[in-house]
């Protein structure tokens, strides 16, 4: 028998992007999982998607709905203190109170497998969207409210970057400043050597990985904002994107899963542009509603 | 009080098309469209995906298998009886027993506006996939086994295309032959008159619309075959996709709406490249399975 407990999150925030569009992409990444068998499904609730009623808090699009967010999803986690977690985003701010709870419960045991596009370690000087400071909030960094909610920050050393794009300065100061490892794309293509690698220097017994869907080349995943169909091609040029392949990520996965037990993974950032339009086509069609 | 009877037929119908790959299409669209509140609801039943299995019958693949659930979806119809039908396909062959029906119950009240990239015009002389030859079959060619389901063939005037991209010769010579009205891409950007005149002039009250959704650009909708992601640059030319953005369709099924009564709306060959990669991505990580 199986005793190990597993939360599944659904949690479709989108203030923490700014684009009420994540919220379907949140439902639909819960629709197509497989199915939950032995494990409990609980949604977070956020507040209804009005784009109109969000304005900077602080320095945060939306502070006070995203912190409220927060609390509600370490609230759920808290009530079933399950061993794993899988979390269906949403906005990557999504991944706090999850990964949070982890580090508590794992201590110096637990690694995080940050892939994404961009390493998310801005601070309200930087950004003013939440989702790009949720790396920074568990290291103890980013804005200080959301910060304060990490009783147990990540060590920087037991924090490993995959698949990252371009940088900004204040991105690459921050990793240079923590010596957080990295593995780029180009170096993943052989293998996930440099992953494991880690995992096994550094100790690390239990493993929870952030999967932001943007990490992707935009040309082989539409379901990212940055593969919003009909963009000009200086809009797009001008975009960080991901450029890894689906081969690339589930090799990957696999290969660290054998290494270590995968005790938490988040789905974030996606935005189903494909699925968003054909709702909004269907949704006006007379015929649906006779 | 609403006293239509209103049937909404899920056809993960895969085989006519040879592609596993619209089940999950079907799926989706189902799971995306408006909730059905007085609708009902139901699946026809089909073969299992298993492409090993399936072989050319008398010139077409999967023969048998798609005349037994052409049949299976024509008992369905006839033991509700619906006044209106929405089909979420499925290869394009999902529409021929909801459209027969309607064409018996509404005889020559009944127009079919075709939005499709291609005519679907095919004979197995020409093709070996079922999913070619629907319209062909609805009016009284095509394949002979499944144009003699077809008791009411469509009148050829009541039939008229939208959004065909480069036809083959036999598809402009069948189109040129039976005299069927199209309406370009090009001229649709001002507007849906060209359709809604062929409503007035044809007297048509009644009307079935079939959506491929290949009818869209592929730069603006990646879910469909020619949207594949990684095809090579020569194999994307040489394919005959659409050119149709969601806002001229969605401007033609609103005025068509307001023009006549439409009683049937069928969606077909949706492949959602990006929720299969994901699920699959998904079905291979151990915590899933934990």
Not at 160 to 189: C, K, N, W, Y
Not at 244 to 270: C, P, R, W, Y
Request: glycine residues 8%; proline residues 7%; contains cysteine.
């Amino acid at each position: 028998m199986n005793d190990t407990k597993t939360l599944r999150l659904m949690f479709p925030q989108w203030q923490g992007g700014g684009n009420p569009d994540y919220v379907l992409g949140a439902r639909l990444l819960a629709w197509l999982a497989p199915p939950a068998a032995h494990h409990l499904e609980v949604e977070v609730p956020v507040s209804l998607p009005n784009m109109e009623e969000l304005e900077i808090e602080n320095g945060i699009l939306a502070r006070a709905a995203l912190l409220r967010q927060l609390d509600a999803a370490r609230d759920i986690i808290d009530q079933h203190r399950p061993d794993k977690m899988i979390v269906f985003g949403g906005d990557c701010l999504m991944d706090q109170a999850p990964f949070s709870y982890l580090s508590e419960l794992y201590g110096d045991q637990l690694g995080v497998l940050w892939i994404d596009a961009h390493p998310d370690v801005a601070t309200p000087d930087d950004r003013d969207r939440g989702h790009t400071m949720v790396l920074g909030n568990l290291l103890g960094y980013g804005d200080a409210e959301f910060a304060a909610r990490v009783p147990s920050p990540l060590a920087p050393e037991r924090v490993m970057f995959v698949g990252l794009g371009r940088l900004s300065p204040q991105e690459a100061a921050f990793i240079a400043r923590h010596g957080i490892r990295t593995a780029a794309p180009d170096v993943l293509r052989a293998g996930a050597e440099p992953v494991t690698e880690w995992i096994q220097e550094t100790g690390i017994r239990h493993l929870a990985i952030h999967l932001d869907l943007d990490v992707f080349d935009p040309e082989l995943f539409g379901g990212v904002s940055f593969a919003k169909p009909g963009l000009d091609g200086d809009t797009r040029a001008s975009m960080r994107s991901g450029s890894m392949s689906f081969e690339q990520i589930a090799n990957i996965l696999s290969d660290v899963s054998k290494e270590t037990d995968v005790v938490g993974l988040g789905f974030a950032e996606h935005i189903p542009w494909d699925a968003i339009n054909l709702q909004n086509l269907m949704a006006g069609i007379p015929i649906f509603r006779a």
